[in-house]
């Protein structure tokens, strides 16, 4: 089973940028599809953006598209997820998930993003 640990996460002004990383480790990660998901206060965790491992296809949700970026790097096994023009509304834990057919899913422990208006 992939462990995963979540960085980058802090407190940002409205408009602002951060970097989440997501480090794997454990499992061949060019194997796993991953993801970001992300939990505010009072809500269920919802899907942020995922990237395949063939052929590395993205998807975001409608509310981050065109401000957050997933991109993986095989070789560092690293998932990132670039955010810019941050919203007070982005504020949540963000959490990393990555699945595979064979070892299913994993998530790691979650990063706080708060947005300051």
């Known amino acids: 089973q992939v462990q995963l640990v979540e960085s980058g996460g802090g407190l940002v002004q409205a408009g602002g940028s951060l970097r989440l990383s997501c480090a794997a480790s454990?499992?061949?990660?060019?194997?796993?599809?991953m993801g970001w998901f992300r939990q505010a206060p009072g809500k269920e965790r919802e899907f942020v953006a995922g990237?395949?491992?063939?052929?590395?296809?993205?998807r975001y949700a409608d509310s981050v598209k065109g401000r957050f970026t997933i991109s993986r790097d095989n070789a560092k096994n690293t998932v990132y997820l670039q955010m810019n023009s941050l919203k007070p509304e982005d504020t949540a834990v963000y959490y990393c998930?990555?699945?595979?057919?064979?070892?299913?899913?994993?998530w790691g422990q979650g990063t706080q993003v708060t947005v300051s208006s």
């Open positions: 998930y990555a699945y595979s057919y064979r070892n299913g899913g994993s």
């Open positions: 454990g499992g061949t990660f060019s194997r796993y599809t």
């Open positions: 990237v395949a491992w063939v052929g590395g296809t993205t």
